[in-house]
């Protein structure tokens, strides 16, 4: 049984000690919830939840678009994307994110300085176009014929 695809799945990536189980975990499954609400009951097209050490340990599953929540001392994936990831957002030097998803490779990052500056960049993230951008490319295989992906995104302070 198919349980994700490659060219629609989108990993949700956190750490696996303690403090990022407690803390991120549970911006992940938010972000999750948003992320299969957008994907309108498509199959495959939503998010899954995994570790940093599963993402590391599957690397058939580094094909599938990915956002790690924490920042790179909580997430390793956070860490290996730390510095090739364009910074878009940096508030007060505690909230950011990073992100590519206009090549092959769809990743961004959300992290804060604390939990809640990495609540922050999740709901930044969500509400501030980010993740709308990030679906419009993860998915653009399979978009309906005539739709447009949208432009890469442009650093927002």
């Known amino acids: ?17 303690v403090p990022a189980e407690m ?9 999750k919830d948003e992320i299969d609400r957008r994907g309108g009951g498509k199959p495959f097209r939503g998010a899954v939840v995994v570790s ?4 590391a340990q599957n690397r058939i599953f580094h094909l599938c678009a990915a956002v790690a929540i924490g920042g790179p001392g909580v997430n390793a994936l956070a860490g290996a994307l ?13 909230v950011f994110i990073q992100g ?3 090549g092959e490779e769809k990743r961004a990052s959300l992290w804060g300085m604390d939990r809640v500056a990495t609540a922050e960049a999740v709901r930044a993230f969500v509400e501030e176009g980010f993740c709308e951008d990030f679906l419009r490319q993860a998915w653009r295989s399979g978009a309906a ?9 442009h650093p927002r302070s």
């Open 145 to 153: 014929p005539g739709t447009v992906a949208a432009d890469p995104p």
């Open 100 to 102: 590519r998803w206009d």
């Open 82 to 94: 730390a510095g090739s990831l364009p910074t878009l957002v940096k508030r007060d030097e505690r």
């Open 1 to 17: 049984m198919k349980l994700i695809d490659t060219d629609e799945t989108v990993l949700v990536v956190t750490g696996i000690e």
């Open 23 to 31: 803390n991120d975990r549970p911006l992940a499954y938010r972000l």
């Open 52 to 55: 940093d050490a599963w993402f």
